[in-house]
């Protein structure tokens, strides 16, 4: 009975070894030729009106977001499309989805790149919405991450 017991212990000991200790890198995302990008913890702090605000860099320009984990997908302000590159064109306007207050019109988009302290993610479902006043980091971001928790006052996006 005790060499089995110690047969236990020492493959439970090797394997703790071996698993991560927090201190290594490890990929948060992966960049368009699949090498990973060096893991960064970002820590974002509730604002007092209760959102998560982040300001990310989109196409080479910096962008400020409220994080919306509802938001199936990446959200701009027409002035924040304009100043990444994305080519607006109202006649493309129509019904994109529905939100509290009814129907969200706006374009559909790609974009082509969206970068929070090194979590970079090319490539994303997004669209520009007529009239917001304020940019939305929604799913088609934020599910490609490794982990985004909330817990209290902070949200953690790994």
């Known amino acids: 009975m005790s060499k089995g017991l110690i047969f236990v212990v020492i493959i439970g000991a090797a394997a703790g ?12 995302a992966k960049v368009a030729n699949g090498a990973p990008e060096a893991y960064r913890e970002t820590t974002l702090t509730r604002a007092p009106n209760g959102h998560f605000y982040v300001h990310a860099t989109v196409n080479g320009q910096l ?10 997908s990446v959200a701009l302000t027409e002035e924040d499309a304009e100043r990444v590159g994305i080519k607006l064109d109202p006649s493309n306007y129509r019904e994109i989805g529905r939100g509290a207050s009814g129907p969200v019109n706006g374009q559909l988009t790609r974009i082509a790149s969206i970068e929070i302290e090194g979590k970079r993610v090319e ?6 919405l ?7 980091l929604g799913q088609s971001y934020l599910s490609r991450l490794r982990s985004v928790e909330m817990s209290g006052e902070e949200m953690i996006l790994r």
């Open 63 to 72: 962008v400020r977001f409220v994080v919306d984990t509802g938001a199936t």
């Open 17 to 28: 070894f071996m698993l991560p200790t927090g201190n290594e890198s490890a990929p948060a």
């Open 123 to 128: 490539n994303i479902r997004g669209a520009v």
């Open 130 to 136: 007529q009239g917001s006043d304020v940019s939305l």
